[in-house]
């Protein structure tokens, strides 16, 4: 281009720039007032294809998820627990020690991990009256699991641990009831809240040696 007479170069290139600048947006607002749908079309495909390429869960994973919290109740309560052994030592006017030994059956596919937590015990007659609460250990619910408690316990109730004592002494048969809510993890799915709630019936010591008793729930 050839420069006009008094007129710098510079302000000469400033407005051809403006002007393609103009000539450019203009040919745009053009393009789109006429192919806006073809750009809509465009926009809606590209995000379609995006959605449907992003890795989903299962439809069986699904189902897994949402029934997950009622087959982990299925499978606490088709476990069992067989009182091994059970020593209580120590005497005080409100509390004693315990020694127990117990094996956790788990029947499920399922081998979760429970959390400790605390268990109320009372006379399978009275479950509303306990008489004691013990901690019982954290446990991964294989096909057999052995767990083991060692602890100072309060007495809570001293007539229910008396009637549970008199029972334990003078019948063949105690029903005891062991209730509690604790955590269950399972791989990498939800955890959730189960409820453990066994009756465990309890020979006593007139029907074998008074130095071990033997129970399993049910």
């Known amino acids: 281009m ?5 007129i710098p170069q510079s302000h000469v290139q400033e407005v051809d720039a403006e002007e393609r600048k103009q000539g450019f947006g203009a040919k745009l607002k053009a393009h789109l007032r006429k192919w ?3 750009h809509l079309i465009f926009f809606i495909a590209s995000t379609l294809i995006i959605v449907l390429c992003l890795p989903r869960p299962s439809l069986r994973l ?8 009622r087959i982990s ?3 606490v309560n088709d476990s069992t627990l067989e009182i091994q052994s059970l020593i209580l030592s120590n005497p005080t006017p409100n509390s004693f020690h315990l020694e127990q030994t117990a094996k956790l059956t788990n029947p499920s596919r399922y081998h979760p991990n429970l959390d400790r937590f ?6 399978g007659s009275s479950p509303d009256k306990p008489y004691a609460y013990v901690e019982l ?7 057999e699991t052995t767990t083991h408690v060692d602890e100072e316990v309060q007495i809570t109730d001293m007539n229910a641990f008396v009637d549970y004592n008199t029972q334990l002494l003078t019948k063949d048969s105690v029903d005891l009831d062991v209730r509690g809510r604790t955590k269950l993890h399972e791989m990498r799915l939800p955890t959730t ?4 709630h066994k009756t465990i019936a309890m020979r006593g010591t007139s029907a074998q040696n008074p130095q071990r008793f033997s129970a399993l729930s049910h």
């Open 2 to 6: 050839e420069q006009e007479k008094g």
């Open 36 to 38: 806006w749908w073809l």
């Open 62 to 69: 699904r189902r897994v998820y949402v029934a997950f919290p």
């Open 73 to 75: 109740q299925n499978g």
């Open 118 to 123: 605390n268990a109320s015990l009372a006379v």
């Open 137 to 143: 250990p954290a446990v991964h619910a294989t096909k």
């Open 193 to 196: 809240t189960v409820d453990y």
